[in-house]
């Protein structure tokens, strides 16, 4: 019988570019991407459970790739079921509660010995290059040293943790000066006190303090399940750190991912660096999450709204690129270049990893209180995000400034997500003569929400 996991790989790999045309959209689709991760610092948890996965040399593989394309890369490796392993043939009882394991001095000796075992497998998978590509005589270097200063974790609910520590101290000065394209530093989960007291630490909080102290653009757990689904069985892409207990009651997962979500929540309110969790177990995942639009894995960020910021001039082209096809469709009043540079206050756009992901306009109408909402467009590789409802109420919370009571929207073929967000369809009578010349020149219907 096939493994589920493997089932799944194929179901969620997306199919190969099959003629010239298709790998030409899908190459022009993900170089945006590399271009906005070039430079920039990701941390990655790697969780004792993915090293011991079939698929962890694949993740390996992506990881050295992620580097040769000029990501920053720090990677925390775990070992909980490798050090539960030996200390179980060692008869050593270290229990584990609430996360954290109680390390007492033979303990200490146990996961010591097997974290160097580790940290020699993730050191040779890296010296493999890249099999079965042009980069297959790539080496990847993997630094490490005593960058994690830690205190002991004391006594907790009267539990003694021994020799278990929190971290203090990332030496990020150093890290900064090892890590870059091609270098990749890895940390082993132990801390070091001042005076040169050994600790053992949790991988996971390690990755999350390291993350913080080094400002990363990107925090990266991988997790036991492949995808994570909502009770509707639809695919939790995104979701806001501030409502991640209402998702949890939602979703069926097990504990250390529920603990992985409830970090990545934490992490994304008091940082805003955004966490991705990503299956352990599917080959790809990584470069799917990182690399494509609708991605593989479930985005935990910030308040969605704080995406959205005024348009400057710079986003003048990707605005016109955006509107461009609504505009063919007759979905959007066509607008010239030279029209919105003169209009440009009235623009906000949304970023996504960097990417201009959607603009709209708002304006006051004159000798009126009301504002028009125009020009809302999403780019397609962001559809079915919520770059729209993070413009909307951005676009909202404009016109209340601007001092409307109400805002217009003109549509011609959205009216169902208009109405879905609040908005109903407008008395004719009380309509500015402009909203009403623009709804008989292009037959469209003119909504409100009261403000």
């Not at 001095?105 to 075992?117: I, W």
């Not at 409502?243 to 990545?264: K, N, P, Q």
């Amino acid at each position: 019988m096939r493994r589920i996991s493997s089932f799944l790989t194929e179901v969620n790999e997306p199919a190969p570019p099959s003629t010239p045309a298709d790998y030409a959209r899908w190459f022009r689709g993900s170089t945006p991407y590399v271009s906005a991760h070039q430079g920039k610092t990701f941390v990655v948890a790697l969780s004792g459970e993915t090293l011991a996965s079939e698929n962890c040399i694949n993740v390996i593989h992506d990881l050295a790739l992620v580097s040769v394309l000029g990501v920053r890369l720090v990677l925390v490796h775990g070992a909980r079921p490798q050090i539960s392993e030996a200390l179980e043939k060692a008869g050593i009882e270290s229990p584990v509660i609430n996360g954290a394991r109680v390390t007492p001095l033979k303990a200490l000796d146990e996961a010591r010995r097997v974290c160097a075992g580790l940290r020699s497998q993730i050191e040779g998978l890296f010296s493999q290059g890249l099999p079965h590509t042009p980069l297959h005589n790539t080496r990847i270097s993997v630094l490490g040293g005593n960058f994690v200063t830690a205190r002991p974790m004391g006594r907790v609910d009267g539990v003694n943790f021994e020799h278990t520590g929190v971290p203090r101290r990332i030496n990020t000065e150093l890290i900064y000066e090892l890590a870059g394209p091609g270098r990749i530093v890895l940390l082993s989960p132990f801390g070091y006190s001042p005076w040169g007291a050994l600790y053992n630490l949790e991988s996971e909080p390690l990755a999350v303090k390291t993350a913080e102290a080094l400002a990363a653009d990107k925090l990266i757990l991988f997790t036991e399940e492949d995808v994570l689904y909502d009770a509707d069985g639809e695919r939790l892409a995104e979701v806001e750190a501030s409502g991640i207990e209402a998702v949890l009651e939602r979703i069926d997962c097990g504990d250390v991912t529920r603990r992985s979500l409830r970090r990545a929540a934490e992490t994304g309110a008091a940082t805003g660096i955004p966490v991705h969790l990503i299956g352990a177990n599917v080959d790809g995942a990584l470069l799917q999450e990182l690399f494509t639009a609708d991605g593989q894995g479930t985005h935990v960020r910030e308040s969605l709204g704080n995406r959205v910021r005024a348009a400057e001039a710079s986003d003048i082209a990707a605005i016109l690129a955006m509107i461009a096809p609504l505009v063919q469709q007759g979905q959007l009043k066509a607008r010239s270049a030279d029209e919105i540079t003169e209009r440009l206050d009235e623009f906000l756009v949304t970023e996504v990893d960097g990417l201009i992901a959607g603009c709209c306009g708002v304006r006051q109408l004159e000798a009126s209180d009301s504002a028009e909402l125009h020009c809302l467009a999403t780019h397609p590789n962001f559809a079915q995000s919520s770059a729209g409802d993070a413009l909307l109420q951005a676009a909202l919370a404009k016109a209340r400034q601007l001092g409307a009571k109400q805002v217009l929207a003109l549509t011609t073929q959205a009216e169902q997500w208009f109405r879905e967000r609040g908005f109903a369809a407008a008395k004719s009578a009380g309509l500015p003569r402009e909203i009403e010349e623009q709804c008989e020149r292009r037959n469209s219907i003119a909504l409100v929400k009261r403000l």
